[in-house]
Nanobody, 116 residues
């Protein structure tokens, strides 16, 4: 079993920055892809960005150029640097990790609120 602990969410004004962190613990052997998803009120959960064990990344078009995902394999951690935040970025952000054999684990979610 993998446990995910998220931190870094909060309130910020438009144009500001936040850095989300997610640390995995427990049975961390075999973790491949790590990522961040978000869900705004009334909307479906969507992929924000993910990164594989070799450091290859993918970012949603809506956040390209503003957000950057990274990971520290030694610490079993994944990060999301969020710059130039917009009100439409307001959502609950969820950390996600996948094992090589397909097992999925989710964090509890952390609220990000961007005021105009």
């Amino acid at each position: 079993q993998v446990q995910l602990v998220e931190s870094g969410g909060g309130l910020v004004q438009a144009g500001g920055s936040l850095r989300l962190s997610c640390a995995a613990s427990g049975s961390t052997f075999g973790i491949s892809v790590m990522g961040w998803y978000r869900q705004a009120p009334g909307k479906q959960r969507e992929l924000v960005a993910h990164i594989n064990s070799g450091g290859m990344t993918n970012h949603a078009d809506s956040v390209k150029g503003r957000f950057a995902i990274s990971r520290d394999n030694a610490k079993n951690a994944v990060y999301l640097q969020m710059n130039s935040l917009k009100p439409e970025d307001t959502a609950v952000y969820y950390c996600n990790v996948k094992r090589y054999w397909g097992t999925d684990f989710w964090g509890q979610g952390t609220q990000v609120t961007v005021s105009s």
